[in-house]
């Protein structure tokens, strides 16, 4: 399916087959709101409960009490979700109005026109300015820079914040701008998608315009929309998609909302309640109808009618689910809803973690998870950039075998570099030349006239720097042109041809006389050289062995700065002949026209330049930890949270970082497994053993952590994702090596096949799959631009903020949800507890003891209010948490909220409601039976017993808490003498009338002291004799008591395990290495499969064992 | 409950690096922003939880005998007499008798005063088994009507007693029509007792639930009679059996007021009730009492609430006495983290 755009024809067919420029985000129109948004809240089940029973209270045979006490609420609720939704799209429609009224400049039958953006068609010739916003998605055709390039900010579409160069297509170059305004052809281009890296599309210009012959176009030739144009006059450019069917409109779509393990069990009890609730209904009901039909038809007073209709059966049962609908507080989702949105403004506010030296704040973009950063057992993190601070500095580099900085630890200061580049020695200034220039860095001047480079990867940033301040300086880009100068007096000047496809950072450079750089004529360029900057620099030299006496020192060198924990780039380069690439060159033409499976094609054709490649050095670069990981880790790790490191990098470095940051622990008390192989035969059967030694080790607590690298892990996910599951699941630690960004999603996604909690924490535009994968995605806002932080959902400065987000926002939100969610069900179970027996004195016929009033307001106001201030309560404090992140077990194993907990809170109601009714019966028994006064009465035990069991419940009282409980319990007798003193309300005079009692009060004080005596002589008793951890640190917090340090208990150290590499495995030297290139799609697939053989020992172990998967400790 | 003073800390002694804001009330919103706010942390600690029981002990065992003395110092006379006012022949067949119009339902019954009960003296009739709060009872009622009469029209909520004969009845609906209709008068000696049958409703109901200018009409007038009539010339504001009535009680076994006797009863008075025994209770086992009974602070004789309190109060001094016990045989070191052992299969156990 291809689109042809017919560039400035304003008579052609395209204007009305595609859509104009009008964008819009909207989900709601004015007339559609209601219904659509009335649906979308009524596809969640409690919705649908509550409308069903607020349609069954209009029926007033059934009704136990007047249906605006359902109503009321419900259409609250839906009030305020719909309010909300209203107001959203609200905003979205006045920025959609704001990007569509915005003026441009169009061309519209040949004269440049100030229009609206939204009037933008398809095939208009757009003409922006410096600083505008692109208003859709445009081919280039024209800019103001000679060279027609032109620079665009990209943040708004990736949030790389970095400037990228875009390109008018070689067609195009030259015209006159006057002309452009007459300019016609036809664009060919693919139907809209969301791929924003990719365009494979042609463009013919029709006569008089240069040739009528087909020029290629890339993304490079394009802006897309909602980028800004910037250090560029003005660009005109073609509409090739408008509106919403343009890149950035493609790609626009609502997230999946993510469900929290809290809400799941939530839901779950919520399941568990209407279970019961059903069960409640049918006894009751049969009972009710048992007792009409013997009891009730005797009693003349009620006067029931001998033949009732035919649906007579099911009045009382229906009676009796309306009365325990409150079972299910209706109150609960919006109380959680606020709640939650307050945890993620407090990891806004939160100044412990912000960062400094950004003064970048934390940010919770997902307000609905929090309650899972507590119950976190798994985190897979990312290593450049999140571990370490993504500064790269040049410290040591090999050149031509000799080694550089190893004694200083600096290269740059070492004096026999310096001579050697002085001297200019051949291979030393290659080696630079290409350090230099084989990169997308932009040289800028400053106005002091120092150069400062802006680079969008680290790696090059550092090499160019490294090579200026060895006096290779970079000090000029315009387009595909380079200046460089050596030693202040050699200028260079370098054109790139291509910038090839194979992932190994090959890039085709010529050099170029100076006064060339303005002529495009191919004939007069000179030399070509193929150089390459390659981050895989041992699979270039192992995987085609080149007769070159150096290759073992180099690879020596890569094996040696690896084990420091360095990155290491491997520079080589290669002359080309000239017949060669002109014969090359018709060949990437043509893959480079095409328009399916472009890339591919185009990386085939590069795969022919690459090889005998002379290998000039390897450059070792150091990224520095962060501040505070090794203790992050640390901690985490002692709160029972499992790490996984998944890297693009190198084996050696991976393992080197991981041991610098306690990831993993040094050799007698840790162990690394190795899983490899270059067959597929291989890693099965090392994939087998670490397997057996894994399961052997378990039984002791030792740290062993296994290795694998993408190639392996690609393997065992295909054929073994059984075996490796039960891997991943014995396995506390992982690291994982050369993985690409969709095996990182995979692992998250094997992880949470396993139910368990993961959290994915990345920096890059390689982690946004793994993060928005996991069940919490943490994004630190790093230099490799904001993409990451942006899908994630949380935002933090730096990877030591972790620790306080699990420790202290986790855990507190966890605590908190599970306090607040148990105790909305214990008080509504509470009043229908008491509706339930008062029924068993009503000669169970549904009548409701309290009125609709007392039930509306208990549920919404005197009950939701104090327990709302939960929020602000901490069990312990932050420090102690922070010293005993042991504590964290608690949340992980979900202690606090389950079916156990939830019993307990079950019986507490129970119990209370009996305390309550029995009581309130008794009392007011005889002559005091008037049933307003019985009512009131227990309502307002159940009012004073919910006090005091949230007070007995709060760990730590703010000024909040206290006006929140006691004016809540103040608030509910003005509320009631309001109501009481309204003579058409049926409790007129009540409130007044049982205040003057003095039984009243004696029975108010008897209910309190008998429901809260034994909550709180059981509480004490286990608190004292019985304590958790938590109460254990409590006591000790609060009462100064001696805080002993805990010692994690670590076993001895054991023996090795003979198949076991250690750690300081040195990789076996002559072990030729094959590896996949990182970009999965390149179309070398060197490395043969071997047949699956079959493994019957392995096959009928790991079948054995499936069926024991334990999630190891994870039952309650 | 459980806010212990001694133990109090604060929170916010951590050094933070916000600027602290001149204004209070700023100072007050980053400190919530910061989640640190003072906070008061009690510790459920033996001293104090001991102490709690026992203070709650000795104050209700006190309270509960204060109590337990003002309901015992209430002199009641409970009567029933609804079995004995059968005649002989009917014995076997009771709801035959109270349908049965031409029988006469007079029926004597004497009681003896056994203390000397002061003035005022109430009296109550009792009725056992009788669902005034079934669901089709309870809502069978118009308080519109009541108030405004036949001006207000909608009585759906009466069913099944909303009209008669195509005419709406006033007061409509069931808990009217099964007035109580029992009388009683009391000759202590030769002479009658004055009963105050005045100011027995609650003054609230008489001034602004049932409307002085509405007079029952077409009131038990069907076919079906429940319970007493209404005398039409009076209206449903003066009808104070009625408002009694009216007022529901939520328990199947009640007492409703019938009047107050203005003098005091000696001991050993023998009084002579005579009453008509004409509501029927007879056809659902209920039972009907009479009763005789002075008033304390604390209303009529319920020795529920002393006992419950010496109960409670009783316990509550036991339990601290056990967990003294439990405390000096068994002292815990708090907060001893030396007992912590974080061994995940020790706590998910």
């Known amino acids: 399916m291809k689109r042809f755009v017919y560039i400035n024809d304003d008579e052609s067919p395209t204007q009305e087959l595609y859509c104009d420029n009008r964008i819009s985000n909207r989900k709601y129109t004015l007339l559609n709101f209601l219904p659509k948004n009335l649906w979308e809240q009524f596809s969640r089940f409690m919705n649908q409960y509550f409308l069903l029973i607020a349609c069954l209270q209009l029926w007033s045979l059934i009704t136990p009490v007047n249906p605006a006490s359902t109503w009321g609420p419900l259409i609250f609720i839906f009030a305020v979700s719909a309010t909300k939704e209203a107001w959203d799209d609200y905003n979205r429609y006045l920025s959609d109005k704001k990007a569509n009224e915005k003026e441009v400049w169009v061309v519209r039958k040949g004269i440049k026109k100030h229009i609206q953006a939204q009037d933008i068609h398809v095939g208009n010739i757009v003409w922006l300015r410096e600083n505008d916003e692109v208003p859709c998605d445009l081919v280039l055709i024209g800019t103001s820079d000679p060279q027609g390039l032109c620079y665009v900010e990209t943040a708004a579409l990736d949030g790389e914040t970095d400037l990228k160069t875009r390109v008018i297509p070689s067609a195009c170059m030259g015209i006159d701008s006057e002309l452009l305004h007459k300019i016609k052809g036809v664009v060919e281009c693919p139907n809209p998608d969301k791929d924003i890296r990719r365009f494979d599309a042609n463009l013919r210009l029709f006569p008089p315009f240069i040739d009528n012959d087909v020029c290629p176009l890339t993304i490079k030739n394009t802006i897309l929309q909602s980028c800004y144009l910037r250090n560029t006059e003005w660009v005109c450019g073609v509409a090739v998609y408008t509106g919403n069917e343009t890149k950035l409109g493609m790609s626009r779509g609502v997230p999946e909302p993510k469900l929290t393990a809290m809400d799941a069990m939530i839901d779950k009890l919520t399941g568990a309640i209407f279970v019961f609730q059903i069960v409640v209904v049918i006894v009751l009901g049969i009972a009710g109808n048992v007792w009409k039909d013997t009891e009730a038809r005797k009693k003349w007073y009620v006067l029931y009618p001998n033949e009732g209709p035919w649906y007579e059966l099911l009045v009382i049962p229906l009676r009796f689910e309306l009365l325990c609908s409150i079972m299910i507080p209706i109150s609960i989702k919006v109380s959680l809803d606020l709640v939650k949105s ?417 959290l994915a924490i990345g920096d890059g535009g390689n982690d946004v799959r793994m993060i928005q994968q996991a069940a919490i995605g943490v994004g630190i806002s790093g230099r490799e631009g904001l993409q990451a932080a942006r899908a994630a959902d949380y935002s933090i400065g730096k990877f030591r903020f972790l620790k306080r987000l699990i420790l202290v926002h986790g855990r507190y939100s966890y605590n908190r949800t599970a306090f607040l969610s148990q105790y909305s069900f214990y008080k509504s179970l509470l009043i229908c507890f008491i509706q339930i027996f008062f029924s068993f004195i009503s000669g169970v016929s549904g009548t409701s003891l309290f009125n609709s009033v007392s039930l509306m307001a208990y549920n919404v106001f005197y009950t939701s209010i104090p327990v709302l201030v939960s929020v602000l309560d901490k069990d312990l404090s932050e420090e102690m948490v922070m010293q005993h992140p042991q504590i964290l077990f608690y949340c992980q194993a979900g202690r606090l909220l389950n079916p156990s907990t939830f019993a307990g809170w079950f019986g507490r109601s129970l119990f209370h409601a009996i305390v309550v009714f029995i009581i309130s019966i008794n009392a007011y028994a005889y002559e005091k039976s008037e049933m307003e006064e019985v009512a009131m009465m227990a309502l307002s035990g159940c009012i004073w017993l919910q006090a005091f069991v949230v007070t007995l419940e709060t760990n730590s009282f703010t000024i909040l808490q206290h006006l929140a409980i006691w004016g809540n319990l103040i608030a509910f007798y003005v509320i009631n003498w309001i109501v009481s003193s309204i003579p058409s309300s049926g409790m007129y005079t009540i409130m007044f009338r049982l205040c003057r009692q003095p039984t009243y009060w004696i029975t108010v004080f008897l209910i309190v002291a008998a429901g809260m005596g034994p909550i709180l002589a059981l509480k004490y008793f286990r608190y004292t004799y019985r304590p958790s951890k938590i109460n254990t640190l409590q006591q000790a917090e609060r009462l100064g008591g001696p805080i002993l340090s805990l010692g994690n208990i670590e076993p001895q150290p054991r023996s090795l395990e003979k198949e076991v590499s250690p750690l300081s495995i040195t990789q076996p030297k002559n072990r030729s290495l094959v590896y996949e290139p990182l970009l999965s799609d390149s179309p070398n697939t060197r490395r043969s499969l071997g047949s699956g053989t079959p493994f019957d020992f392995f096959q009928s172990q790991s079948r054995s064992s499936s069926s024991s998967y334990s999630r190891n400790c994870k039952d309650n | 409950m459980d806010v212990d003073g001694g133990s109090t800390s604060s ?170 209709n029992d009388t009683y008068t009391f000759i202590r000696g030769t002479a009658e007792l004055r009963v105050n049958r005045k100011n027995i409703a609650w003054k609230s109901d008489r001034d602004h639930k049932f409307g002085k200018h509405v007079y029952p009409f077409n009131f038990q007038n069907g076919t079906l009679i429940g319970g007493g009539k209404l005398d039409p010339n009076i209206p449903l504001g003066d009808q104070e059996d009625l408002i009694v009535w009216m007022r529901t009680s939520a328990l199947p076994s009640f007492r409703k007021i019938y009047g107050r006797i203005e003098e005091d009863l000696e001991a050993d008075d023998v009084i002579v009730v005579h009453l008509m025994n004409n509501y029927n209770t007879y056809s659902f086992g209920g039972k009907k009492k009479l009763v005789i009974s002075t008033s304390s602070w604390l209303g009529g004789r319920n020795d529920f609430l002393g006992v419950a309190y010496i109960f409670v109060g009783s316990s509550a001094i036991i339990l601290s006495l056990v967990f003294l016990l439990l405390h000096v045989k068994n002292p815990r070191p708090y907060g001893d983290t030396a007992y912590l052992s974080w061994n995940r299969k020790g706590i998910s156990s």
């Open chain 1, 342 to 758: 307050l945890y993620a403004k407090f990891i806004d506010w939160d100044a412990e973690m912000i960062d400094y030296e950004t003064g970048c704040p934390s940010h919770a973009t997902n307000t609905a998870i929090s309650e899972d950063l507590g119950q976190v057992e798994y985190i897979l993190t990312d290593k450049t950039g999140t571990l370490t601070e993504n500064k790269m500095v040049f410290r040591r580099c090999c050149i031509s075998g000799i080694f550089y900085g190893n004694e200083s630890g600096n290269a740059l200061k070492d004096a026999q570099l310096l001579n050697a580049v002085a001297s200019g020695s051949t291979d030393v200034i290659r080696f630079l030349t290409v350090m230099a220039i084989c990169n997308t860095v932009i040289p800028v001047q400053s106005k002091t006239g120092a150069i400062l480079y802006k680079a969008q990867s680290q790696d090059e940033d550092a090499l160019v720097q490294a090579a200026a301040k060895l006096h290779m300086v970079l000090f000029n880009r315009s387009g595909n042109i380079l200046d460089t100068m050596l030693l202040y007096f050699i200028m260079k000047c370098w054109r790139l041809w291509s910038s090839l496809l194979t992932g190994k950072g090959c890039q085709l450079w010529s050099e170029i006389a100076r006064m060339e750089r303005l002529s495009f004529c191919q004939k007069e360029r000179m030399k070509l050289f193929f150089l390459m900057l390659l981050q895989l620099l041992e699979y270039l030299l192992m995987d085609q062995p080149i007769p070159g006496q150096q290759t073992r020192t180099f690879s020596e060198a890569v094996e040696q700065y690896a084990q420091l924990g360095l990155r290491t780039l491997c520079l080589a380069w290669r002359e080309l002949k000239e017949d060669e690439y002109h014969e090359w060159y018709l060949m990437f033409r043509e893959a480079s026209s095409t328009l399916v499976d472009r890339e591919w094609r185009i990386a085939e054709v590069c795969q022919r330049l690459e090889h005998d490649l002379e290998v000039l050095g390897v450059t070792a670069i150091e990224d520095r930890l962060q501040d505070g990981v090794p203790e992050t880790i640390e901690t985490l790790r002692k709160a029972g949270i499992n790490f996984w490191m998944l890297t693009g990098d190198k084996q050696n470095t991976a393992i080197q970082i991981a041991l610098s940051c306690n990831f993993i622990s040094p050799e007698p008390k840790g162990q690394l497994l190795l899983i490899d192989g270059k067959t597929e035969d291989e890693v099965s059967r090392s994939f087998e053993r670490v397997l057996l030694t894994m399961r052997i080790t378990t039984s002791e607590p030792k740290d062993v952590a296994f290795v694998v690298d993408g190639w392996a892990l690609e393997i065992l996910l295909k054929h073994y994702r059984k075996a490796f599951t039960e891997l991943a699941i014995l396995s506390r630690t992982a690291i994982c090596c050369r993985v690409t960004p969709s095996q990182k999603a995979q692992l998250v996604e094997l992880l949470k096949s396993c139910d368990y909690r993961t």
């Open chain 2, 11 to 180: 929170d916010s002694t951590r050094v933070r690096s916000i600027p602290i804001h001149s204004g209070q009330c700023k100072a007050f919103l980053s400190q919530f922003k910061q989640q640190s706010l003072p906070a008061c942390k009690p510790v459920l600690t033996p001293a104090w939880v001991i102490a709690t029981l026992l203070l709650l002990g000795f104050v209700f065992i006190p309270i509960g005998l204060v109590t337990l003395h003002a309901s015992r110092g209430v002199l009641e006379i409970v009567d029933r007499y609804d079995a004995d006012c059968v005649p002989e022949e009917f014995k076997g067949n009771k709801a035959s008798y109270i349908k049965d119009t031409s029988v006469p339902k007079n029926c004597t019954r004497i009681l003896k005063v056994h203390k000397y009960m002061k003035a005022p003296i109430y009296i109550y009739y009792q009725l056992d088994n009788y669902y005034q709060n079934h669901r089709r009872y309870v809502k069978s009622r118009s308080d519109q009507q009541l108030l405004h009469g036949l001006k207000y029209n909608d009585t759906s909520s009466c069913k099944p007693e909303e009209s008669n004969n195509g005419l709406p009845v006033v007061p409509c609906g069931l808990i009217a029509w099964s007035l109580f």
